[in-house]
């Protein structure tokens, strides 16, 4: 099965690739860093859509629209932001283009009085926005969403996890009160952990970020870390506290209940397809991709057995009936009676992209009333009765969607540790995992064990416990314990 | 009602403005030409964008996404399409700023070898994509759907109908022959025509695109015409049949079943948020917008009216009961319960935003069992028995839903007409509406016809009658007669 693509074992990056391209998800296109997402890729994130979209529209939330270009000068008001953002990013200086002696070029005299920016978040923009929406407390809260394209100039690219352009969603919030603002960058981390747990069947840990990895701009940052098979960190969702920064910045200010003019209050929000590629490090093996029953676009395939054509007939005669009970049930079928490849074929192009559950029928099957059932988690396979094989199926799905959680969480603790020692520190973090260790809290630290191990802070976690310890890199005394780990 | 904003008749132009405005539909951003979608006017697209992926899905196909930056020389590869659409456009020359004495500046040293366009529509870049995808006839009909953005620089822009940033979908499609991409162009174009008369409302004409109006890069262009209130033609949707020649810009061949090697034919189409500025023009009247039911993100608001405290309550209590009965029907309804602002507000607000009914709710309502029903449509109020209101407002809905189509086409009737000689013309062309008039079928002819009237060929109906007649230009024989008109 497979056989010509990677195991995890023999080269971990290249078995990613090829599942990326072997299962149809995406691909590189002709502009450098910029990926065509296929048909089948783009179904999984049409299904993400979905639901998180419903999420959001639950919490209060509605979406809106906001520019593709942001001005330059914009980027330079609120002042970390700019440090963070507005530097490696597409730059539209001129508008037209014109016929030349050697084909078409830019018309020199079609160059625009400030170069636009193309968005690589939209802070700056929509906040600009807002400061003709807000007036009074009467305009408050605001709980807007966006899905949109961004873009951030990468140099190294890779499928999913880092692309020049990519798709996301972006929340932005403005509040009368902190704690408003606050609350509500908590409970969008708490609709990003349930998305990636009960969806995704990822177990995240929900922490905050050190100052050095915090969103710029950001007071707070509130993030949802994945671990990958390979023992690295994803960070699967962030969820930014804004403060009045990004208000200060383009002068936003309301009046409140007192009639006091106060600065508005504002949070940031968001998950990409970079979450395609977690989903894809989290699940699969080396027979291909794995995908949870929740986000497959086909949750069920049926592959008839067959030799004549009059056994086909028979068997897709009950096939109808079949895929009629199983839809009922709200699951998507497909039905793959296509004559140009053989079953075993079929078989393996089914398993390589992680369709959850494969039914083979044949004549022999009709005779005795069954459906051989083949998971794909466990790689196991049943002969089933064919009466109520609907609710067989749907409480398969739902059992496949719960193991699946649960392999990939003892993954994660088996590769969660605590150290104690800047020795052990240094030998552990070759084997990948998160490590739980003592930190002093100054970036300092943080940026010296980074240029040491790579490994930087992927999380203050909410629950961490509060005890005595020492900093592993410089002894000083700490109060509680932050996950280290090398990251995607 | 609405006293402030515009009349049609007074400035047709500023009361569309003031429609898109106060209905807070959608707004002018800092971006010269690129516009905010606001949560109102975005509900909106959503809910069209549902219907036409469901509509899409149903007829086959699949959504998938394709880079937002294009090549420069993609442009050049089809020698029509070039002229038509590399022109105005924005243009990403740089990927990287840096800090400069008096703030940031575009790094110099970041210039990109080749300049990127940003897409104004994706034919090339998707053609340059499918090369890679297609080799033989079991790899065809490739049929697949792209939500975007895009960008064409337009120096007079207009919310909604043309602005530099817009979103829309593109079909683009791939058949072994040119029979097959006939039929999916003209399905596509039937597609949309159900949308446009079944949830939009409006009546649309059919047809094709004279070469002069056509498609840059088709070899025929199908459309669908609506007609607005001041009898200008909008353009509510494209489908082209593009023949070979982006195969063959892009060299894509395919291997038939009788193994030869043959270029791959093509279609492209499209809507766009342009449809709503259509919706708006159609329906709107001069206290506001008016939504037809199926489109409308609220379809009842409900009002209560009291002046104790005690009143509300027992108000409230009952709403509760009559808005779960209409939520079970798929009705989006929303009670207004604020008390900010006082009922006759509440009326103008949801008159002016094109709510189709409106419930108010009294204290004498209670004792009576009934409810004051306001159609949006008509302006006119009724009481109905609160007993079995969902049944009521269900059919009523339905009525609206019908009674502005039915509206719009008699509106489109009266203000379309035969037209015979050229003097006819002249005076026929400023009262507005669509002259059905002969034309010779030059290119020329309607280059002249335009210069002195700017009025273009809308579109040759598809179900043009044969006649005799003669150009109503240049007196050359014509068999059948053409639809002009002025046109956003």
Redesign the interface.
Known sequence: MAKNFSTREENYSQWYNDIVKHAQLA?N???RG??????YG??I??TMQKELDRMFKETGH???????????????KEASH?EGF?????????????NGPE??V?DPDAKLDE????RPTSET?IW??YK?WIQSY?DLPIL?NQW??V?R?EMRTRLFLRTA?F?WQEGHTAHATETEALAEAKQMLEVYATFAEEWMAIPVLKGTKSPNERFAGALETYCIEAMMQDGKALQAGTSHFLGQNFAKAFDVKFLSKENKLDYVWATSWGVSTRLIGALIMTHSDDNGLVLPPKLAPIQVVIVPIYRKEEELAAISEKVKTIVKQLRSKGISVKYDDSD?RKPGFKFAEYEYKGVPVRLAIGPRDLENGTVEVARRDTLTKDVVAMEGIENHIESLLEQIQINLYTKAEKYRNENSRKVDTWEEFNVEIEKGGFLYAHWDGTPETEQSIKDETKATIRAIPLDAEIEDGKCIYSGKPSKFRVVFARSY
Chains 1, 2 share one sequence.
């Open positions: 691909e296109s002709s502009v910029s990926m065509v997402i296929k048909p783009y179904a994130w049409e509605e979406n809106a629209y906001f520019p593709l270009f942001i001005p330059k000068s914009f980027f330079s700019v507005a530097k490696e990013c597409a730059v539209v200086t001129h508008y037209r283009l014109k084909g078409i830019v170069e636009l920016i193309v923009i600009d926005t003709r009467r807007i949109a394209n873009v100039w352009e798709l140009t």
